[in-house]
């Protein structure tokens, strides 16, 4: 007995496409996952055996083997659950074939049966587009994944609806794209009384997307000026809207599944590791440069950064994007974000400005 379901695997924002096959033989019960699967996706079998069990589904006791293809790519990432499960479903005879060709899939099965959110799926659905295929994901990041038109979605909260959705006896609703409402406590520059050159140079840096260097004393309102930046900035366009929620998308950042509109403004404080601000990490996600793309990066205190980290910044800010390379990992991410810092005219920190030491 054999299926084979379509997933993806990513790198960076771009995704690779692979085929979750499952064969089922007789010979001692037993269930093994090759593929060059991480410990998240070794795990599956426990996740995928409870949450059948959970609708009242057993395994056959037979040799299970599921191979994620292309055997060389690396695969990372608790969304492989669903599809090896619909896999074993479509093995064992329990989901029609066809109910799930031509379709991504993308999952992570809680112990009860739940189709939890995963990150990621904004980016699956726009390759989901352009190989001509349909979705099926959580029902969580449904209203992300309907960005993506053109776009045939099943978002499904658990796996026994999905189950009844697939050999027809149930009709799942169509999710709908949303928006992430704007947020309410947002600083406005109208808070602010005076500082007319100050507001004057802000207004300037944003129409014409500035760089920017602030050097006062402390208290001189250089982080309150930076905070109100976004707010007098031009309003993203529907490319940059779904580029930036990208970006949020595989680093799971994006709440309930909803498309950003507001330019991103980060902050990372100035112990930050390069590795940290142009990404890296086990599985490289996107660092705090790329999470500004189309938005806002703002240092302060910025010489207390570390040099290696000042110096990390130098061809993102020249090329528009960093290139995360490691022994393992290519991962290429968008970096076009506008720079703001701020810093103390000496590291005394007098109030007055004026050194003594």
Not at 318 to 323: A, K
Request: net charge negative; aromatic share 2%; with cysteine.
């Amino acid at each position: 007995m054999h299926a084979s379901i379509k997933t993806v695997a990513f790198r960076g924002i771009d995704t690779i496409p692979v085929e979750v096959q499952v064969h089922v033989a007789n010979g001692l019960p037993a269930m093994a996952i090759v593929g060059l699967a991480d410990k998240a996706v070794a795990e599956s079998r426990e996740r995928v055996r409870a949450a059948l069990a959970s609708i009242g589904l057993a395994l056959p006791p037979k040799r299970i083997a599921i191979n994620l293809a292309p055997a060389d790519v690396v695969k990372e990432g608790a969304h492989y659950d669903l599809p090896i499960a619909l896999g074993l479903l479509v093995a064992i005879g329990t989901v029609p074939a066809d109910a799930v060709d031509g379709a991504f899939v993308l999952g992570e099965l809680s112990l009860h049966g739940g189709i939890e959110p995963v990150s990621g799926v904004l980016p699956a659905a726009m390759a989901a587009v352009g190989a001509g295929m349909d979705l099926i994901c959580p029902k969580a990041c449904g209203p992300e994944a309907a960005w993506a038109s053109d776009l045939g979605i099943v978002a499904a909260p658990d796996l026994m609806s999905l189950l009844n959705h697939l050999r027809g006896s149930q009709m799942l609703a169509p999710p709908g794209p949303e928006l992430l409402p704007a947020a309410h406590q947002a600083p406005d520059m109208s808070d602010l009384k005076g500082q007319e050159t100050a507001r004057r140079v802000l207004e300037i840096a944003a129409a014409g997307q500035h760089n920017l260097l602030m050097v006062g004393p402390p208290g001189a309102g250089k982080s309150m000026l930076a905070a109100r930046l976004p707010g007098i900035m031009p309003p993203l366009t529907a490319r940059e809207a779904l580029d930036v929620s990208m970006i949020h998308s595989v680093a799971g950042l994006l709440a309930d599944g909803k498309l950003l509109h507001e330019r991103p403004f980060r902050d990372p404080h100035h112990s930050a590791s390069p590795a940290a601000l142009v990404g890296g990490g086990l599985r490289v996600r996107p660092g705090e440069i790329s999470l500004a793309h189309n938005g806002i990066l703002f240092l302060d205190e910025l010489p207390e950064f570390q040099r290696s980290v000042l110096e990390a910044l130098r061809q993102p800010m020249e090329t528009g994007e960093v290139v995360v390379a490691r022994a393992n990992h290519h991962v290429r991410y968008p970096a076009k974000f506008q720079f703001i810092a701020a810093m103390n005219p000496c590291r005394c920190a007098e109030p007055d400005g004026l050194c003594r030491r």
